[in-house]
Each structure stands twice: as structure tokens, then as C-alpha cells.
């Protein structure tokens, strides 16, 4: 069932909602009846469409997105697909629980690198006593 959220972005060509990071397939959008000048109902119309989420500095969610499949691409020596290195980040994001754009999170370059080693390399990185190696 898709979220009822209002913003989100195309990510490599799924929308992602920016509040609980699920992937639609499209753009949500909501229809209502056309009214006419008489009165009269005519076809549907879309009455809504999703905003693109973006932060304070307006840094949109797939450029942030997109930074941290990047990285975290980049930090595997490309040995990772695009499609588990989405998987992955959006799993961090929803981990994360807090929505792209909030005040209580920094959304730069540099925190999405964060994100990607705090909540996927640093697991990465255990040896077999469970320590970071």
C-alpha cells in the first residue's frame, strides 16, 4: 500500500517518499472531478501532486540519495551493485527515522558519507570477535 506522505524525489527512476523512504513506482498524485462554470462535473484531473523534497540549503533527496549509493560504491571498490547499494541506503535511512529535510539532521555531502559508514561500513569492518578491525 503506498504512504500517504507529501514529498519525496525520482530516484533512478522510482519515487521515494522522504518521510518513511518507501519506493512507489510514480509521483503520487490525487484526482478530483473538473467543475465547470455551470455547475456540471466533467472528466478527472489531478488536484494534487507530491512536492520534491528538499533540505534547508535546498539540496534535493536524490542528490543526497544518489551521494550515498555513491560513496558506499565507492567504498566497496564498485564490487556492490547500484541496486543492493540502493537497497542498503534506504535501509539506513529507515533505520534512521528521521524524514530528508528535518532540522534534527545535517543532509550534506559529508553526512551522507557519515550515514554510509555509520550505519553500513562500520559492519563491514568487524573482525570475527565482533570488534572493528
Not at 1 to 14: L, Q, R, S
Not at 77 to 82: E, L, Q
Not at 90 to 103: H, I, K, Q, T, Y
Request: glycine share 10%.
Amino acid at each position: 500500500m503506498p504512504c500517504k506522505h507529501t514529498k519525496g524525489d525520482f530516484v533512478h527512476g522510482m519515487w521515494i517518499c522522504a518521510e518513511c523512504f518507501t519506493a512507489l513506482p510514480e509521483r503520487p498524485v490525487r484526482y478530483g472531478m473538473a467543475r465547470y462554470s455551470d455547475g456540471s462535473q466533467g472528466r478527472q484531473e489531478i488536484v494534487w501532486t507530491a512536492e520534491i523534497a528538499t533540505d534547508i540549503d535546498g539540496t534535493g533527496f536524490s542528490k543526497f540519495f544518489s551521494w550515498m549509493v555513491h560513496y558506499l560504491r565507492l567504498r566497496s571498490f564498485w564490487s556492490i551493485s547500484k541496486q543492493d547499494a540502493r537497497q542498503q541506503c534506504l535501509e539506513v535511512l529507515r533505520d534512521m527515522a528521521e524524514p530528508f529535510g528535518s532540522d534534527d539532521a545535517s543532509w550534506g555531502k559529508d553526512d551522507a558519507k557519515e550515514l554510509v559508514c555509520e550505519g553500513i561500513l562500520a559492519y563491514w569492518d568487524e573482525g570475527p570477535s565482533g570488534a572493528n578491525t
